[in-house]
């Protein structure tokens, strides 16, 4: 069971809007802002890559080696978004990990990510990588 405890609340400004009181006064910050839009967490080192788990990712695709898409159900209204990676195993297999992405300039759907080991990045060797977790904030279409 889950409990909300409020001790005040008051009107807002604007949809979405919250104020939250900090140690160094009034914070205010837009609620849909700072929510993940799109979160996965991939599995790349199988022959098929798959989302083990997904908000807003609707499949995947493999471009080879390290190489993957990743599509959304529901468009970003912009290609302007962030995106935050993390990559690995689920036992130590040849060290760190590393996933970085780019989008296309006009493709508001996808977002491209590539994984390598730490020992590859100077060679840009790219690695099939077992875990790519992956959050995306931005404003949906």
């Keep these: 069971m889950s409990e909300i405890i409020v001790d005040d609340l008051t009107g807002k400004t604007s949809a979405g809007d919250i104020t939250v009181t900090s ?3 009034a914070v205010t910050m837009q609620l849909q802002q ?10 790349g080192d199988i022959g ?13 695709t493999d471009n080879g080696t390290g190489d993957y898409t990743a599509f959304f159900s529901n468009s970003f209204n912009s290609n302007d978004n962030a995106l935050t990676t993390d990559a690995g195993y689920t036992q130590n297999v040849g ?22 080991s730490f020992s590859n990045i100077a060679s840009s060797t790219l690695t099939d ?3 790519i ?3 995306i904030f931005g404003d949906l279409a």
Excluded: H, M
């Excluded at 700072?34 to 599995?43: M, N, Q, Y």
């Excluded at 992405?101 to 994984?115: E, K, M, V």
């Design 23 to 25: 140690e160094g006064g």
């Design 34 to 43: 700072g929510l993940a839009k799109v979160w996965f967490l991939l599995e």
């Design 48 to 60: 098929t890559p798959v989302f083990r788990d997904s908000l807003n990712g609707s499949s995947v």
């Design 95 to 116: 060290g760190t990990y590393l996933a970085s992405s780019y989008y296309y300039s006009t493709q508001t759907n996808q977002r491209r990510i590539r994984c390598s």
């Design 129 to 131: 990588c077992e875990q």
């Design 133 to 135: 977790g992956a959050s």
